[in-house]
């Protein structure tokens, strides 16, 4: 009974007492929690046939505070945080909930309150179109001079690209970055990456092609016009009456081909040896070009002679 007496003696006083020690008690548990922020990819769970068709938040800022000894433990990788869109099975805008996933790595090292800011996100889906499609290098500049790229190939030729319907469906062809072809003479191999027609598709097979040029010297085509005829065996005793036409050539080659030709160097000439007497002749023409040139076409191809005696 003393001892019942003794405990209920200014029992108000006790009690106060008490719950003023939890009191500070909790509030000394309170001034030693820390806080830690994370910035978090935001991961998108969806429905296989459905994809992302318009920007959302790619992070979030995770807040986790508890005791330092804990919090400071924890690395960025042991927490991720996911939005469940999988239940949606049309094309449309929805909002789901941002959720926190611990993983057991972070579990064990203690609870913890934890915020996350947003903490919900709204996303527009499409339907996923998956197209392969062909790549067209993008080049710029020009080879070396009196050479050109006469073919070039891409490897790959074709690149499967993924993303909503609206993004893909609408593509015919996929783009290289500049591929610069200025002052080459010989074949060459450049990589490049492909252009990304929007942020919102992907290629599964990476985004990196294989260009390989081929560089062959020009070949050039030019004509000369104005130029004489030449009769050649023609006898002293006869004379040609009236003008000789003039003639051309059109011949093909390299620029340094082309540009050492001097237009004195061609020759356009009728062999007269067969002429006899006067009277009306009609003789072949025929051309003389020096060097390694082609020739392609000349005129004219024959002429007709009035021919006298002198």
């Given at each position: 009974m003393k001892l019942l007496d003794h405990f209920m003696h200014r029992w108000h006083i006790k009690i106060f007492s008490f719950l003023l020690a939890v009191l500070l008690f909790k509030f000394y548990q309170i001034s030693n929690l820390d806080e830690r922020f994370f910035s978090v990819p935001l991961e998108l769970i969806m429905d296989d046939g459905f994809i992302p068709a318009g920007d959302y938040p790619s992070h979030v800022t995770v807040t986790i505070r508890g005791a330092s000894e804990e919090i400071f433990s924890v690395q960025e990788e042991d927490i991720r945080t996911t939005a469940d869109f999988s239940s949606h099975k049309t094309e449309g805008s929805f909002r789901e909930p941002i959720e926190v996933v611990q993983k057991s790595t972070a579990q064990s090292k203690g609870d913890w309150e934890i915020r996350i800011e947003p903490g919900d996100v709204v996303i527009r889906q499409e339907q996923k179109l998956i197209k392969t499609l062909p790549v067209d290098p993008s080049l710029t500049g020009f080879p070396g001079i009196g050479y050109e790229l006469s073919q070039y190939f891409v490897s790959p030729s074709s690149v499967t690209v993924v993303g909503p319907r609206?993004?893909?469906?609408?593509?015919?062809?996929?783009?290289?970055?500049?591929?610069?072809?200025?002052?080459?003479?010989?074949?060459?191999?450049?990589?490049?990456?492909?252009?990304?027609?929007?942020?919102?598709?992907?290629?599964?097979?990476?985004?990196?092609?294989?260009?390989?040029?081929?560089?062959?010297?020009?070949?050039?085509?030019?004509?000369?016009?104005?130029?004489?005829?030449?009769?050649?065996n023609l006898d002293n005793a006869l004379v040609v009456e009236g003008t000789l036409p003039r003639g051309s050539v059109t011949i093909q080659g390299n620029q340094a081909q082309i540009e050492s030709l001097a237009q004195k160097e061609i020759l356009l000439y009728g062999d007269c040896s067969?002429?006899?007497?006067?009277?009306?002749?009609?003789?072949?023409v025929l051309p003389r070009v020096p060097g390694d040139s082609t020739l392609l076409n000349w005129l004219p191809k024959e002429i007709t002679l009035d021919i006298r005696g002198e």
């Open positions: 609206s993004e893909v469906e609408p593509l015919e062809a996929l783009s290289t970055e500049a591929i610069d072809i200025s002052g080459k003479y010989e074949d060459f191999t450049a990589m490049s990456r492909l252009v990304y027609p929007s942020s919102l598709v992907y290629f599964p097979g990476g985004d990196v092609v294989e260009f390989r040029g081929v560089i062959t010297e020009s070949l050039l085509v030019k004509t000369i016009a104005n130029l004489d005829l030449s009769l050649f067969k002429i006899t007497g006067p009277g009306q002749y009609t003789i072949p």
